[in-house]
């Protein structure tokens, strides 16, 4: 069963919700001449099963996810579509591994 960090935050009324796949914290992958890492600083120290995570979806009014297990997650449950993900290459895997934004209109 897949673990996901997640963190929450609230201002002003908006809801973002940070998931990354237990794996890849801290991992920098390279894409288009930028590095992005997933940072518990962002991402959280929260691990959370996958029930958790769509239930906390649920109630956002947006999203930051990166993780091969948490895209798979949200294109099961159609809260994101194949075409809106970044895929990025894990440096020692060479697996692909997305990322994406949900903006949710409440």
């Known amino acids: 069963m897949s673990k996901f960090f997640i963190n929450i935050i609230e201002r002003q009324g908006e809801r973002l919700v940070a998931v990354c796949d237990k794996e890849v914290l801290n991992v920098p992958f390279q894409s288009h001449g ?52 970044l895929w990025l290459e894990h440096p020692d895997t060479k697996e692909r591994v997305g990322h994406a934004i949900l903006i949710r209109s409440v």
Do not use: M
């Open 34 to 85: 930028i590095t992005i890492r997933a940072t518990a600083k962002f991402y959280g120290t929260e691990l959370v099963t996958a029930d958790e995570v769509l239930e906390e979806i649920r109630h956002c009014t947006s999203a930051n996810v990166i993780g091969k297990n948490i895209i798979s997650l949200l294109i099961e449950h159609r809260w994101i579509h194949e075409d809106a993900i």
